[in-house]
Each structure stands twice: as structure tokens, then as C-alpha cells.
């Protein structure tokens, strides 16, 4: 069975930090990128930042570029995002995601969300 488990998300201030992680599990891990995204009430569905554990290859979205950091622990099967200087409008539910081709290609599994707030 295909599972990927996020964690991680919670309550801290403006400027603070938290550290997400994703671990999965069903599926050759070092075949795959994952991929983290965000949604917040209201708001589409965000993509921020994806990982290629096929090379290491990573990518973020402006938004988030210089603050989150994407990390991949393929012995542990675990994906992190490091969310350094949060804002208040970082605060929605955050998903990470496996896709089997590459980064933004098409995503075959999904894990279920974190919340993350963040208070002024």
C-alpha cells in the first residue's frame, strides 16, 4: 500500500520555523520526486518546492525561494521542507506528493495535509 505521511506542521510566530517531513512508503522512493504544496481557505492549490531523487535536482517556487529548503533522506524514505522566516500568509495546509516521472509532471500519490499557521 502506497503512503505518504507529512508531518511536521503547526503553530508559531512570524519569523519562526518548522521543519515538514514526508515519509513514504509502497513505492521505490529513489525513483520518484516529491513534491510539497500548500493550500490555504479560499486559495488554489500552490506548488512549492519538488525534489528528483532519480538526481537530486531541486525546485522552488518564488514564492518560497530563499526561505524553504527541500531535503531528500533516502535511507529513511523521507522527504523535509525546511521553512525558515514564515509569514502570516504561509499559514494554509501543506501535502507532499509523488510522481513518478519527474518534477511537475503529473503526481500519482498523495499524502494527507499538515496545518501550518502562522501568527502575526
Known amino acids: 500500500e502506497v503512503q505518504l505521511q507529512a508531518s511536521g506542521g503547526g503553530l508559531v510566530q512570524a519569523g519562526g520555523s518548522l521543519r515538514l517531513s514526508c515519509a513514504a512508503s509502497?513505492?521505490?522512493?529513489?525513483?520518484?520526486?516529491i513534491g510539497w504544496f500548500r493550500q490555504a481557505p479560499g486559495k488554489e492549490r500552490e506548488g512549492l518546492s519538488c525534489?528528483?531523487?532519480?538526481?537530486?535536482?531541486?525546485f522552488y517556487a518564488d514564492s518560497v525561494k530563499g526561505r524553504f529548503t527541500i531535503s531528500s533522506d533516502n535511507a529513511k524514505n523521507t522527504v523535509y521542507l525546511q521553512m525558515n522566516s514564515l509569514k502570516p500568509e504561509d499559514t494554509a495546509v501543506y501535502y507532499c506528493?509523488?510522481?513518478?516521472?519527474?518534477?511537475?509532471?503529473?503526481?500519482?500519490?498523495w499524502g494527507q495535509g499538515t496545518q501550518v499557521t502562522v501568527s502575526s
Open positions: 509502497g513505492f521505490t522512493f529513489d525513483d520518484y520526486a
Open positions: 506528493a509523488a510522481d513518478a516521472v519527474g518534477c511537475g509532471l503529473g503526481y500519482d500519490y
Open positions: 525534489i528528483d531523487n532519480n538526481d537530486g535536482s531541486t
